[in-house]
């Protein structure tokens, strides 16, 4: 076997140790991406916005088609109510998407296939969905573990499912778009490691694999963003319009 | 192309081999902990930038620009909609101008076929009594030439008679008594002759 497929995942410092403490921050390949995301992101969006013509150009139409795009896509899932929460949850879309789809490329390093980034992420989505919800419905929020219209003798069973549902939703969460990021990525380099060691006798094979698979994983980057939005827009609607 | 990419990606291959038989591997680098605050400090600094310019600065400006050119559009299809209504109404217009002036075109030439109707029956009045005038001038002169002719005539006879009589007879007959002579044969056969 060539290279182990999980060396593309290290992290590593970039420059000198920094220390909090007795927390590490140091500047890391991670933090070198998160920070390249997020400028591409504003760059992108500022000249998407800087000036209005009745006719948009192609940087306005990508902005105003993605600004467009999340703003549907909250509308729809969790109604007019979200409405304070979109510019949140648009730059969480725009923070994953662009995370996965620098990942996609060569000799980068993809930021949320790192557990612990998408953890935090969902960790926040979770807390902050609980406390909106319990500032809107007071502890009436807690009906969400009680469905309506079950049997009484079911009602405990039931409950206990309800929690322990609503507990793994950030884990679920994070580990969804952890293990895509990661499986495809770790694929990849395993079907990069087959043509180099097929030689250029047999590796025609494992090349046209890798990539299709290249194709695919782009898919995966876009709908694992467009996933990981959705369902932060489905917990926000279960907090905001508590309808059991 | 595809061929530098390929030797590329080889090469590229070759070169990381190395580096991956000299680290040391085993296990996910995600279970790590090693970076994990760091990993945490960088992306919650990295994204509260992110959302804070995004939410204060750049989504409001998109959201803006969109309304701009929705009410945009709407003034102008509001726009569009009144001149076209104005320049229905101004078709509108053009037509009843042109039935109005038809209608007068019409009117006109009707008025215009009277006058010269009235004008030409007027002229042929006006002729008509010209000619009947000449037709009774002209039948004057006549009735008096046929006056004048029957004296001439009578005058010719009564010479001629004379004249007749000299070389017949050799004798002059008074010219009195042949006239007296002539009237009354004129005006025995006159009838015969001038038919009135």
Not at chain 1, 21 to 37: C, E, K, P, W
Not at chain 1, 219 to 241: G, P, R
């Amino acid at each position: 076997m060539a290279a182990n497929p999980m060396t593309q995942f290290e992290v590593y410092r970039i420059g000198p140790e920094i220390k909090v403490g007795a927390f590490d921050i140091s500047f890391t390949n991670a933090s070198l991406f998160m920070v390249v995301s997020s400028l591409a992101i504003l760059i992108i969006f500022n000249f998407g916005s800087k000036k209005n013509s009745l006719l948009p150009t192609k940087i306005q139409l990508l902005t105003e088609l993605s600004y467009t795009f999340v703003s549907k896509m909250i509308s729809d899932t969790a109604g007019s109510k979200a409405k304070p929460y979109f510019s949140l949850i648009f730059s969480l879309f725009m923070f994953v998407l662009f995370c996965n789809m620098f990942g996609m490329i060569p000799y980068t390093f993809t930021v949320t296939s790192h557990i612990i980034v998408t953890f935090v992420l969902a960790a926040f989505i979770f807390i902050g969905v609980t406390i909106i919800g319990f500032i809107k419905h007071g502890f009436g929020y807690l009906k969400l573990f009680v469905p309506s219209g079950v049997p009484v003798v079911l009602l405990p069973l039931i409950v206990i499912i309800e929690i322990i549902s609503y507990l793994s939703r950030p884990i679920s969460l994070s580990v969804r778009l952890f293990a895509n990021m990661m499986a495809g990525h770790t694929m990849m380099k395993v079907f990069g490691g087959f043509v180099i060691s097929l030689g250029v006798v047999g590796g025609w094979l494992p090349l046209s694999f890798s990539v299709a698979l290249t194709g695919l994983e782009i898919l995966v980057a876009f709908l694992q963003a467009y996933v990981f939005a959705i369902l932060t827009c489905i917990y926000l609607n279960d907090a905001l319009n508590l309808h059991h | 192309m595809i061929k530098k990419i390929f030797f590329q990606l080889i090469f590229f291959n070759l070169f990381f081999l190395r580096e991956v038989f000299g680290a040391e591997s085993g296990g996910m680098p995600q279970l790590n902990p090693e970076f994990w605050i760091s990993q945490i400090f960088w992306l919650i600094i990295t994204f509260g930038f992110l959302y804070i310019l995004l939410s204060k600065l750049i989504l409001p400006k998109i959201s803006l620009n969109l309304e701009l050119r929705k009410s945009q559009i709407q003034e102008n299809i509001e726009a569009a909609e009144k001149q076209r209504e104005s320049s229905e109404a101004k078709l509108k217009e053009y037509e009843n101008i042109i039935s109005k002036s038809k209608l007068e075109a019409n009117n006109i030439l009707k008025e215009a076929r009277k006058n010269v109707l009235k004008e030409i029956n007027a002229k042929k009045k006006t002729l008509d009594k010209q000619v009947d005038e000449e037709i009774k001038k002209v039948e004057q002169e006549i009735n008096l030439l046929k006056k004048s002719a029957s004296e001439k005539i009578n005058k010719i006879a009564i010479e001629t008679t004379s004249e007749l009589l000299v070389k017949l007879i050799g004798a002059e007959v008074n010219s009195s008594s042949i006239s007296a002579i002539v009237d009354d044969l004129s005006k025995k056969n006159g009838a015969k002759y001038y038919g009135n």
